[in-house]
T-cell receptor, first 114, second 113 residues
């Protein structure tokens, strides 16, 4: 059974700092991995999708990497801003053709202090 | 920008009552999903739907749940006889192909009293 773990559970940083959020998964047979942002009481906003054949994806100040063999992904946020404060969720889609569902981690709650 | 729309944003219902949660997926998408998030817990998969039938469902999705695409735009989740433990945020999602980026709605907060 695929398990997704995110460390740390919470992170507080001063504005301007670069930071890394970690995601690990137990079964490396994934099709892709998606990072989301969730604001309190709100929906999930897709940030980045990495296919299993890719090593990284970039969008603005965000960079996500994937090491499928070791079951790890990181989300790098450059020059953090107070508006980045949210919970960041990692989710993996299981192996091609086998499943359509996303399996989520519990998230990392990020607070960026002005 | 296209988005997934869910209504209502918040619904309060009495235990044992039936509720229908509604979703309008992105218009050219073919795959539709329901997930739920109990307060403080992980987002959990409930069901996926493609070509007018359920393609996958989780253990949570028992006989009290059903999904339907009654017309070309809406996608609904029905809970027949709600229980206290059904209280959660329910998210609808859609994607244009299987295994591509999933886009989520803002959620419906269901409170069963």
């Amino acid at each position: 059974k695929q398990e997704v773990t995110q460390i740390p559970a919470a992170l507080s940083v001063p504005e301007g700092e670069n930071l890394v959020l970690n995601c690990s998964f137990t079964d490396s047979a994934i099709y892709n991995l998606q990072w989301f942002r969730q604001d309190p009481g709100k929906g999930l906003t897709s940030l980045l999708l990495i296919q299993s054949s890719q090593r990284e994806q970039t969008s603005g100040r965000l960079n996500a990497s994937l090491d499928k063999s070791s079951g790890r992904s990181t989300l790098y946020i450059a020059a953090s801003q107070p508006g980045d404060s949210a919970t960041y969720l990692c989710a993996v889609r299981l192996g091609w053709g086998g499943s359509e569902k996303l399996v989520f981690g519990k998230g990392t709650k990020l607070t960026v202090n002005p | 920008e296209p988005e997934v729309t869910q209504t209502p944003s918040h619904q309060v219902t009495q235990m044992g009552q039936e509720v229908i949660l509604r979703c309008v997926p992105i218009s050219n998408h073919l795959y539709f999903y329901w997930y739920r998030q109990i307060l403080g817990q992980k987002v959990e998969f409930l069901v996926s739907f493609y070509n007018n039938e359920i393609s996958e469902k989780s253990e949570i999705f028992d006989d009290q749940f059903s999904v339907e695409r009654p017309d070309g735009s809406n996608f609904t989740l029905k809970i027949r006889s709600t229980k206290l433990e059904d209280s959660a945020m329910y998210f609808c999602a859609s994607s244009d192909r299987v295994n591509t980026e999933a886009f989520f709605g803002q959620g419906t907060r269901l409170t069963v009293v």
